[in-house]
């Protein structure tokens, strides 16, 4: 009987000692268990390797600074080089998360990609603020996709004046990204639904070496990603660039939802649907198969509670169905 009440006692103590002992090393105990439900982290400790796109990475900077300040055992280790890079580091597993600016492919999803939209911006086309015939007609008739697609896919030598229908002999310098990125990817789907490798120009690694280009040739042109494209804090566009004025209806002259001047209108022209997909866009979290452990708890705050902290870092928030969905996706693929 005495041996009998001590082995229940300790059985009792062992139970009661796994129920209150809290995670580590990335292992937590949480209730709930529906998309959006109440969960209590009781810690979290770890690394989270992060790579990809250069259009995420202001965001994923500001998501992980946030979560440390959450879970301060948790390190998040994040490096830019374009959306194809972060694919690739994901499905190898030199990284736990790839971002990704454009749409997954198929080959990718066969590869086991698994992924999750977090966020949308949008790209833009771009010229130097000392362009010579901005104010000579470009600003107020702007520039069709058929221009665009002559410039980029043609590949066709052309002045701005033929743009701007003036007389100016100066030669259009176009550029692009020699990194594989999202940002190409989207401008090519945009011309006609081609791919980066078609692009033409001048080839410049990173929207930052992109930006830097432009801003010093007063002939050239570009594309960016809305926060290479405008700066944060004065919502204008970035010193140095212009938003290209895109005669998006085609009707020959810029229409007042045209005028892209600021990035609140930018954003006001994504959000109506005037400002045209695929240029404007879904942001992606890619994983090998599924996300796990550590990992997938910090995408999970990053649906949640993360979202807060979207429009204050100058992006678009996803819809309240978007953001279910990929909530749901995430606990149907544990």
Not at 51 to 62: F, H, I, N, R, T
Not at 68 to 84: E, L, T
Not at 149 to 161: F, H, P, Y
């Amino acid at each position: 009987m005495w041996f009998r009440n001590r082995l229940i006692g300790f059985i009792f103590g062992l139970v009661l000692f796994l129920m209150m002992a809290p995670a580590v090393c990335g292992q937590e105990r949480v209730n709930g268990n529906r998309p959006g439900s109440s969960r209590i982290i009781i810690a979290l400790e770890g690394t989270v390797r992060v790579s990809g796109a250069w259009a995420l990475y202001p965001m994923m900077v500001k998501w992980a600074d946030e979560f440390r300040n959450v879970y301060p055992k948790v390190r998040v280790d994040i490096s830019a080089g374009g959306a194809g890079k972060g694919v690739t580091d994901a499905l190898v597993g030199l990284v736990n998360v790839g971002m990704v600016s454009r749409e997954i492919t198929q080959e990718e999803v066969r590869q086991g990609a698994f992924y999750v939209p977090v966020v949308k911006d949008a790209v833009f086309p771009m010229m130097s603020d000392q362009n010579p015939v901005f104010h000579n007609g470009l600003s107020q008739k702007g520039i069709k996709k058929k221009t665009f697609i002559d410039l980029w896919i043609k590949g066709r030598d052309m002045t701005w004046g033929e743009i701007a229908g003036s007389d100016s002999k100066y030669k259009v310098h176009v550029y692009t990204r020699s990194d594989s990125c999202g940002a190409a990817e989207t401008w090519a789907q945009y011309l006609g639904g081609k791919r980066q490798e078609d692009l033409q120009g001048i080839g410049v690694y990173g929207d930052p070496g992109l930006a830097e280009a432009v801003r010093k040739d007063p002939l050239g042109t570009g594309y960016n990603n809305l926060n290479y494209t405008f700066d944060f804090k004065t919502g204008l566009p970035c010193k140095g660039l212009r938003v290209v004025p895109v005669d998006l209806n085609e009707n020959g002259k810029i229409d007042p939802e045209e005028d892209l001047k600021t990035k609140n209108k930018a954003v006001q022209a994504i959000a109506s649907g005037v400002y045209p997909s695929p240029l404007a866009r879904n942001l992606y979290l890619l994983t090998k198969n599924s996300f796990k452990g550590l990992t997938r708890e910090f995408v999970r705050w990053i649906l949640t509670d993360g979202q807060k902290y979207v429009d204050e870092t100058g992006y678009i928030p996803l819809t309240k169905i978007q953001v279910n969905g990929a909530l749901k996706k995430l606990e149907i693929n544990p």
